[in-house]
């Protein structure tokens, strides 16, 4: 019996995290574990996702990145990582949520197949910054 448990990340979740998210700098990796905004994935005990948010317009929550690592993708997880923080979510009062992903990502198609709609995007065409659109997707509770 393969036993998957979800909690909130830790201190201790810190060189997992790390292997997954190249983003978060440590400051915000310390915000996430004290404000109890990331989670980890655990299957028998063994960490292999994350997912991490925060709070768009200060009270919209925003799911900013869900990995999954490689050898266990396609799977289910991301969707549990994801139904897991969509039930905490209304639980807490809020009626909806958001992600994104670029245009040229995959990740687009799963939030779809999870009930989240296209909702607008950022094209950023800096030269220092310059990459595909992101895409913004929401979904009600």
Same mark, same amino acid.
């Given at each position: 019996? #393969?036993?998957?448990?979800?909690?909130?990340?830790?201190?201790?979740d810190q060189?997992? %995290?790390?292997?997954? $998210?190249?983003?978060?700098? &440590?400051?915000? =990796?310390?915000?996430?574990?004290?404000?109890?905004?990331?989670? #980890?994935?655990?299957?028998?005990?063994?960490?292999?996702?994350?997912?991490r948010y925060?709070?768009? %317009?200060?009270?919209?929550? =925003? !799911?900013?990145?869900?990995? #999954?690592?490689?050898? =266990? *993708?396609?799977?289910?997880?991301?969707?549990?990582?994801?139904? =897991? %923080?969509?039930?905490?979510?209304? %639980? *807490?009062?809020?009626?909806?949520?958001?992600?994104?992903?670029?245009? $040229?990502?995959?990740?687009?198609?799963?939030?779809?197949?999870?009930?989240?709609?296209? !909702?607008?995007?950022?094209?950023?065409?800096? $030269?220092?910054?310059?990459? &595909?659109?992101?895409?913004?997707?929401?979904?009600?509770?």
């Amino acid at each position: 019996v #393969i036993l998957v448990k979800i909690r909130y990340v830790e201190f201790k979740d810190q060189t997992f %995290w790390y292997r997954l $998210d190249k983003h978060l700098s &440590p400051k915000e =990796f310390r915000k996430k574990v004290e404000n109890k905004e990331g989670y #980890i994935l655990l299957n028998d005990n063994k960490a292999i996702g994350l997912l991490r948010y925060n709070f768009f %317009w200060d009270n919209i929550p =925003f !799911c900013t990145m869900l990995s #999954i690592d490689k050898k =266990f *993708q396609n799977n289910g997880y991301g969707k549990m990582m994801m139904e =897991f %923080w969509e039930n905490e979510m209304k %639980w *807490q009062g809020h009626k909806i949520v958001l992600t994104s992903t670029r245009v $040229d990502e995959k990740a687009q198609d799963f939030y779809r197949k999870l009930g989240y709609q296209d !909702c607008g995007g950022l094209l950023i065409n800096n $030269d220092e910054f310059k990459q &595909p659109m992101e895409l913004f997707l929401i979904k009600t509770l």
